[in-house]
């Protein structure tokens, strides 16, 4: 995997000819695509450094436009001081994980587009993800004994890169996605966010909601899961991969 590049630019907050740790850099990007949007505090903890470090390599990174600084989402009372800052992934920062030849594809269904219709970029995406669906099932119906459908669903996707992981909501779960491989052609193309979301109800047995996606710019992509049976090992015959 390509690693984030010394930097020794004359940037604010980047001093010249500072000799930078590029693994380091690349666990700091690293953390942010698995978790989402992180404080500097955060990323000193999960990563055992210290905050000063951390900010040390998060100038380089926001000086190579890698990363952005958001301010943090509050929710209910905001207390006294000035608010934390959350660190998020740019596009130039997630193309240092990205494999897919996203122009191609752009311009691929761009031209079906074109020539059949809107119609046949979704009967495409349906085909597409199809085959991943039921790559998925086949999976969850073999997870460990207690996994909820929704974490088993993370692991799948984790497996095809999406670097997925569930957290509990008041009423259910939610499933976050902190990569999309094809993120830029979602944005041109968003039947391809839609159709995966109508299989993640299917393979769930409920009916699920996108709050947030990549593709529209937000940090980690989203969806609400409400409250299912408990396990993959209540999943129905008709649930279950034909044998």
């Known amino acids: 995997m390509k690693k984030y590049q010394r930097v020794t630019s004359g940037a604010a907050g980047v001093p010249q000819n500072v000799e930078t740790d590029a693994s380091t850099r690349h666990r700091v990007a690293s953390s942010i695509l698995e978790h989402g949007p992180s404080t500097a505090a955060e990323l000193a903890e999960r990563l055992g450094l210290t905050p000063a470090a951390i900010r040390r390599h998060l100038d380089v990174l926001l000086a190579a436009g890698h990363v952005e600084a958001r301010e943090q989402r509050v929710y209910g009372a905001r207390g006294r001081g000035r608010p934390a800052k959350d660190f998020v992934l740019t596009d130039a920062g997630r193309s240092v994980f990205y494999t897919a030849y996203d122009g191609i594809a752009i311009e691929a269904l761009e031209f079906l587009a074109a020539s059949a219709g809107s119609e046949a970029v979704t009967r495409f995406?349906?085909?597409?993800?199809?085959?991943?669906?039921?790559?998925?099932?086949?999976?969850?119906?073999?997870?460990?004994?207690?996994?909820?459908?929704?974490?088993?669903?993370?692991?799948?996707?984790?497996?095809?890169?999406?670097?997925?992981?569930?957290?509990?909501?008041?009423?259910?779960?939610?499933?976050?996605?902190?990569?999309c491989p094809v993120a830029h052609v979602a944005e041109r193309f968003p039947q391809i966010c839609e159709v995966e979301t109508a299989a993640f109800s299917r393979l769930l047995g409920v009916h699920v909601q996108r709050l947030a996606t990549i593709a529209h710019g937000d940090g980690v992509c989203t969806t609400h899961v409400p409250n299912v049976r408990s396990t993959t090992s209540d999943m129905t015959p008709s649930e279950r991969p034909s044998s």
């Open 125 to 179: 995406a349906e085909t597409r993800m199809a085959r991943g669906e039921k790559r998925y099932r086949d999976r969850m119906a073999n997870a460990a004994p207690g996994t909820t459908k929704a974490q088993a669903l993370a692991g799948a996707l984790t497996e095809d890169g999406y670097v997925a992981s569930t957290l509990p909501s008041a009423l259910g779960e939610q499933l976050c996605q902190h990569h």
